[in-house]
C-alpha cells in the first residue's frame, strides 16, 4: 500500500505544478510577484544557451514561446488572440511588401487597420454598444461572447457566454500589429523573415501586456543583431528593475491601498482636503505606476539585449500641456502622432478621414448620452464651422488643425474606455493643446525662463493635469460629482492638522514621490552613473536591501498595474 506521506508528496507536487503551470485568474503573472523573478530567472538559464546562436530564429523562438506562456500567465486562454493578431498581420505585412500594385498595398494594410480595430472593439466596447443601443432604441439587447460559444461546441468547455473579458494589454499589441502594416507599406521597414520572428516582435514579454508601444522599425531590426550588453548597461538595467519596483511597490502601491483608494471609493463620506490630496496622490499613483513598469520592462529586455524606447522623462517638470504630452506615455504619443494626427490632416489641414473620425465622435456622444436631441446640436455647431472656414483659407486651416488636434486627444480617451469619464478627460486634455497654442502667441511669459516663472507654469500645468485625472481614475460621475462637490463646499481647513497626523506616513510617503521626481536631471544622472559604478558586489547589496525594504512596504495583496486594464 501507498503510504500516508507519499499520497501527501504527490497531492503537494500535482498542486504546485498547477500552480506553476497553469492561470489563475486570482494571481496573474506580473513583475512584483516573486514567481516572475522565478520565471524570469529560468528564462535567462535557458537563454544563456541560446543567445549567442547564429540563427537568430532560434534565439527568437525561444523567447516567443517564453512570451506566450508569460501572456497565458497573465491572461489565460486570450493568447490564442495574440496568436490570431500574429497570423493575420505576418501574412499582411507579406503581401504589401511583394505586392507592386499599390491599390493592393492600400487594400491590405487597411485590412490589418480593420481586423485589428473589429478586434479590439469586440472586447472592449462590445458591452458600450450593447448598451447604447437598448437605451436609443428601447430594446433588449445581451452582449454574447461568441468566442465561448465556439469554444462550447467545439471542445466541450464550459466558459461563460453572456460575459465578454478584455485581454490583458489587447490595446498594446494590437497598436503593434497596426504599426508593422503601416510601417512594410510606408517602406520604412522590411518584414519579417519568417513568422517565428514576427510572433516574437508582437509578444515580447517585458512589454507585452502594459507597453512601452514598440515600432516595428525599431525593433525588428534588433532581432537579427547580435547579443551585446556592455558592463554600463548590465548596471543601468539592473538599476531601472529597482527603480521600477521602488515606484511601483513603495510609493504606488503604499498611497493607493492606504489612501487614494479608500477616497475615490466613497469621496462623499471624506472632507475636502482628503479628497484633494487624494486626487494629487493618483497622479502620483498612476506616474509611478506606470512608469515603474516601463522602468522594469525596460531593464528585463536590456539584460536579453533588447533596447525599448523611453516612456517617460519626468512629466510633471513639464511646463505646459503640450510639453506634457512630450513627456507622458511618449510611445503612445508619438503612435497617435505618427499613425491617426499626422494621416488625418495634422497641421497641413483636415482631410475626409478626419470629418468620418468627426462623425464617429459624436455618434459615441450620442449614444453615451442617449439623446437624439444632440444630434441637431452637433449638425449646427458643424455648419457653424464650415462657414467660418468659408471665410479664409487661414480660418480653415486653423480649424483644421485644431479638430485634427482635438479628434486625437478624443480618440487616444476612448483608447482608454468607453465611458462619458474618458471622453471629458481626452477632451479636456485637447482644450488645454488647443489653448495653449493661442495663448503662447500672446503670453508675455512665454520666453521667460527664471526660476520663479518655470516653477509657476509647472505648478499651474500640474494641476490642471492633476484636475483632469478626477475622470480618468473615477468610476463613475457620480464619484467626479462626490469628490468635486466635497473640494468646494467641505474643505474644512481646521481639519487639516488632524488629517496630516492620521495620515502622516502616506503624506510622507507622497512627499518622497514628488521630491524625487523633482529633482534636476543633472543629479539623477549622477546618482544612476554612480551605481552603475559601483562593483558588482555593492550591487548586489544595494539590490538585496532594496528589495527587502520594498516588499516590507507591502500591506496588502499585489496591486495589478493599472494599465493592464487598457
Avoid at 543601468?236 to 491601498?257: C, H, Q, S, T
Avoid at 484633494?276 to 529586455?301: E, K, P, R
Avoid at 459624436?362 to 458643424?382: D, E, Q
Amino acid at each position: 500500500m501507498m503510504r500516508l506521506g507519499e499520497i501527501i508528496g504527490n497531492i503537494n507536487s500535482t498542486e504546485i505544478l498547477h500552480n506553476i503551470f497553469v492561470y489563475d485568474k486570482t494571481a496573474p503573472l506580473i513583475f512584483t510577484r516573486f514567481y516572475f523573478w522565478a520565471f524570469f530567472a529560468v528564462v535567462l538559464v535557458g537563454y544563456s544557451f541560446v543567445y549567442k546562436s547564429k540563427n537568430r530564429s532560434i534565439r527568437a523562438g525561444y523567447l516567443f514561446l517564453a512570451s506566450l506562456f508569460f501572456y497565458y500567465k497573465s491572461s489565460g486562454f486570450f493568447f490564442f488572440i495574440l496568436l490570431f493578431s500574429t497570423l493575420v498581420d505576418f501574412f499582411i505585412g507579406k503581401g504589401i511588401y511583394n505586392s507592386k500594385n499599390s491599390t493592393t498595398k492600400k487594400f491590405l494594410v487597411a485590412a490589418s487597420v480593420v481586423v485589428n480595430l473589429l478586434v479590439l472593439a469586440y472586447f472592449k466596447y462590445a458591452y458600450f454598444f450593447v448598451d447604447s443601443v437598448n437605451l436609443l432604441l428601447g430594446t433588449h439587447l445581451n452582449v454574447v461572447n461568441y468566442l465561448a460559444v465556439w469554444a462550447n461546441n467545439g471542445a466541450g468547455t464550459h466558459f461563460n457566454v453572456n460575459q465578454i473579458l478584455l485581454p490583458v494589454g489587447i490595446s498594446f499589441f494590437t497598436f503593434q500589429t497596426i504599426s508593422y502594416s503601416v510601417d512594410v507599406y510606408r517602406g520604412e521597414t522590411k518584414p519579417v523573415k519568417n513568422l517565428i520572428d514576427f510572433g516574437f516582435y508582437v509578444s515580447f514579454f517585458p512589454q507585452l501586456v502594459a507597453g512601452p508601444i514598440v515600432r516595428a522599425s525599431g525593433f525588428i531590426k534588433q532581432i537579427y543583431e547580435d547579443y551585446h550588453v556592455t558592463k554600463a548597461e548590465f548596471g543601468w538595467a539592473i538599476f531601472m528593475i529597482l527603480k521600477g519596483l521602488i515606484k511601483k511597490i513603495f510609493i504606488g502601491d503604499f498611497i493607493a491601498v492606504n489612501f487614494v483608494d479608500r477616497v475615490f471609493s466613497d469621496p462623499i463620506t471624506y472632507s475636502g482636503f482628503e479628497n484633494l490630496m487624494a486626487l494629487f496622490g493618483y497622479s502620483l499613483q498612476v506616474y509611478v505606476d506606470f512608469s515603474g513598469y516601463t522602468d522594469i520592462a525596460i531593464g528585463v529586455a536590456l539584460l536579453m539585449g533588447f533596447r525599448l524606447p523611453q516612456n517617460f522623462n519626468s512629466p510633471y517638470k513639464a511646463k505646459n500641456v503640450g510639453d506634457f504630452w512630450k513627456r507622458w506615455h511618449m510611445s503612445l504619443s508619438s503612435w497617435l502622432k505618427d499613425y491617426l494626427y499626422i494621416p488625418i490632416g495634422g497641421n497641413r489641414g483636415g482631410s475626409v478621414f478626419s470629418y468620418i473620425s468627426l462623425g464617429i465622435i459624436l455618434a459615441i456622444v450620442v449614444l453615451l448620452a442617449g439623446k437624439f436631441i444632440l444630434v441637431p446640436i452637433f449638425t449646427g455647431v458643424v455648419l457653424l464651422f464650415a462657414l467660418l472656414a468659408r471665410i479664409s483659407p487661414k480660418i480653415k486651416r486653423s480649424i483644421d488643425t485644431n479638430i485634427n488636434l482635438m479628434l486625437t486627444m478624443l480618440l487616444g480617451g476612448l483608447w482608454h474606455g468607453a465611458s462619458w469619464q474618458f471622453i471629458i478627460w481626452g477632451g479636456l486634455n485637447g482644450i488645454g493643446l488647443v489653448v495653449y497654442k493661442f495663448w503662447r502667441k500672446i503670453s508675455p511669459w512665454e520666453n521667460k525662463n527664471s526660476w520663479i516663472t518655470n516653477i509657476w507654469k509647472i505648478i499651474i500645468t500640474f494641476t490642471f493635469i492633476t484636475f483632469t485625472r478626477i475622470f480618468f481614475r473615477s468610476e463613475s460621475m457620480e464619484v467626479v460629482n462626490g469628490m468635486m462637490h466635497q473640494i468646494a463646499n467641505d474643505f474644512n481647513i481646521s481639519l487639516i492638522p488632524e488629517i496630516l497626523i492620521a495620515y502622516k506616513w502616506v503624506f510622507l510617503v507622497m512627499l518622497f514621490g514628488f521630491v524625487i521626481h523633482w529633482l534636476s536631471s543633472s543629479l539623477k544622472e549622477k546618482i544612476t552613473n554612480w551605481f552603475i559604478a559601483t562593483p558588482l558586489w555593492l550591487k548586489a547589496v544595494i539590490a538585496t536591501v532594496v528589495v527587502i525594504v520594498v516588499y516590507q512596504s507591502v500591506s496588502s495583496e499585489m496591486q495589478p498595474f493599472i494599465y493592464f486594464q487598457f
